[in-house]
């Protein structure tokens, strides 16, 4: 008899091969909105409102007049037209982030920039020149790619003309400019991410990753769902393509992942935070990775007379095509109650952020248990930080903040692994300060290098490293030892 310890290896910490860096999405750092023959996407028409709540969102009951009306307007305030213009500052950044120790790097390419209205057939090459400039940087400084092809950056004449996703021509669309960057960056990039937070469909005129006006009353349901199914085919689609054309890349889903904790013990509270745990976030990679609808869905659907047109022929190549890894997004969690079920609230057990994020490293362990047993896919965290003013004093920013709760984070993710979880790398959202997806705002900042910028676009651009750079330094020199 062998005691099977013996048999085992200990697993101490992060591998050898661990990459550790930032992400970051075209739409929120670029700029150049209208430069090089870029066309306008859906994120250039969000305004900063004068008033706004730093607990809540903005840019919601989108309509058709709304967006023709900001793609008219030369005056207001749009904070992603200009970003912090890593268009024309991309190699110093990089260098930045190199000097940090970055292995890897996450970002995305903006569709309208490579696809000006969406549908065209040819692409246009200077916005392609771009990315073959800023690939080769990485390349060139030692930091591994990973490129989402979709982050909330659909061109506007797609929303306008077809509706977005919840026409079946985005496919094509879709799948067109998706071939295209596969086949130029074949041998240069090895990890894709298709969608950002896939099952992220209920922020953004209520759908941010479908690109639908709200103008569907009654059916917005089956028209979100059909939408949602449609990027599921072209997910499908491209990593068929991708195994054809180079067979060693791999091809990721991405969760924008919440834990749902009950509210109480009672179990009809534990059932009500599973339930919407599964139909908000747990569905989307059940399909991706599964390659299926599951029963609980299809239940749902038939409980609301939700009708989802497809093929046997569609539904045969989702089984077929699932993706090789799950990347995930981690903020915070919530909690539910079945008193209401489809309302999530903060948990009064944990403290939180100005913006009322909870902080829960804990939940960041729970994602990935739960994500390894459920799937025994490797995992990879493409977003994790935490937002907050910051304060220049005598030159420096002096981040503590920042510091306790990435630790925090990165001590939960070593438990992970010692308990056996695949994980290939970790991406903090963003390295460096760029415009807040929720509200479009400068001033709430995640990176760990300044920019002089305000919310109306005022300042240098000057970047300024803070005390996180040098501790995250430490981190990636110590591959995750030195916390």
């Known amino acids: 008899m062998t005691n099977l310890l013996n048999l085992m290896k200990p697993i101490k910490g992060f591998p050898p091969h661990f990459l550790w860096g930032g992400a970051v999405a075209a739409n ?10 870029r066309g306008p996407s859906q994120a250039d028409i969000m305004e900063l409102p004068k008033e706004y709540s730093r607990k809540g969102s903005f840019g ?3 309509t058709r007049e709304e967006v023709e009306r900001a793609l008219e307007d030369k005056t207001g305030n749009y904070p992603r037209r200009r970003g912090i213009d890593f268009y024309h500052t991309y190699a110093e950044d990089l260098a930045l982030m190199a000097e940090m120790g970055f292995t890897c790097f996450r970002t995305s390419f903006s569709w ?3 696809f000006p209205m969406g549908d065209e057939e040819v692409p246009n090459e200077k916005g392609l020149a771009f990315y073959d400039r800023l690939i080769d940087k990485m390349l060139e400084l030692g930091i591994e790619p990973i490129m989402t092809l979709s982050h909330y950056e659909m061109p506007t004449h797609l929303i306008l003309k077809y509706g977005g996703w919840s026409n079946p021509k985005l496919i094509e669309y879709f799948v067109r400019f998706s071939k295209v960057l596969l086949e130029r960056y074949k ?3 090895n990890y894709w991410i298709v969608f950002n937070q896939v099952n992220d469909v209920h922020g953004w005129g209520e759908f941010p990753g479908l690109g639908i006006l709200k103008e569907y ?8 769902f059909q939408a949602v199914h449609h990027q599921f085919i072209a997910n499908a689609k491209i990593v068929e393509i991708a195994r054809e054309i180079n067979s060693t890349m791999k091809i990721g889903m991405m969760l924008g992942l919440n834990p749902l904790y009950p509210e109480t013990d009672k179990p009809e509270d534990v059932m009500a935070a599973y339930e919407l745990w599964r139909k908000q976030d747990l569905f989307f990679s059940d399909v991706l990775v599964n390659g299926e609808y599951p029963g609980y869905m299809i239940h749902y659907f038939n409980q609301h007379e939700i009708e989802i047109n497809t093929t046997q022929q569609e539904l045969d190549l989702i089984k077929k095509n699932t993706v090789d890894y799950i990347a995930f997004s981690y903020y915070d969690s919530k909690i539910v109650s079945a008193k209401h079920p489809n309302c999530v609230k903060p948990n009064p057990n944990l403290d939180a952020n100005i913006w009322g994020w909870a902080i829960d490293p804990i939940g960041f362990q729970y994602s990935f248990d739960f994500l390894w047993e459920r799937y025994h896919k490797p995992l990879f965290v493409a977003e994790n930080g935490m937002g907050s003013l910051d304060e220049v004093v005598d030159g420096k920013i002096h981040d503590d903040y920042r510091i306790s709760y990435l630790k925090a984070h990165i001590k939960a993710m070593k438990e992970a692994m010692k308990e056996g979880v695949d994980i290939i790398g970790y991406a903090s959202w963003g390295p460096i300060d760029i415009i807040s997806y ?3 705002e400068m001033s ?28 995250y330094q430490d981190v990636i020199q110590s591959n995750g030892e030195t916390l």
């Open 28 to 37: 929120q750092l670029e700029g150049a909105w209208d430069v090089d023959g």
């Open 438 to 440: 929720s509200q479009s």
């Open 217 to 224: 009353g009654e059916k917005q349901e089956t028209v979100k």
């Open 112 to 114: 309208s920039r490579i």
């Open 187 to 189: 041998d240069k990039v």
């Open 60 to 62: 919601e009951n989108v």
């Open 444 to 471: 709430k900042r995640y990176g760990y290098i300044y920019v002089d910028l305000d919310d109306e676009g005022n300042g240098t651009g000057q970047r300024i490293k803070k005390d996180s750079f040098y501790w």
